[in-house]
């Protein structure tokens, strides 16, 4: 599981550069790249009413991605 900054959505790239933020996909490579089993984005921008285009933006690159809210419980397998 990767847990990853998804502060802005695909069109804010340069602000999420220049800021040291995340968007949706860039979190999405890095979740592909270490071959996670699942995506939680989290510190979404307050600009976002809601996380649903970043969820989108995120699962066009890595389907198994969610939104992290608050109270958020996961149950993760034991390794074997």
Do not use: W
Request: glycine fraction near 2%.
């Amino acid at each position: 599981m990767v847990i990853h900054d998804a502060t802005f959505d695909d069109a804010l790239k340069e602000k999420a550069d220049t800021d040291g933020h995340s968007t949706a996909s860039q979190a999405a490579e890095q979740a592909k790249t270490a071959q996670a089993k699942c995506l939680v984005l989290s510190h979404i921008s307050a600009r976002y009413s809601d996380g649903s285009l970043l969820l989108e933006q995120a699962k066009k690159v890595f389907p198994n991605s969610i939104l992290a809210e608050d109270y958020l419980s996961l149950e993760l397998p034991l390794s074997e």
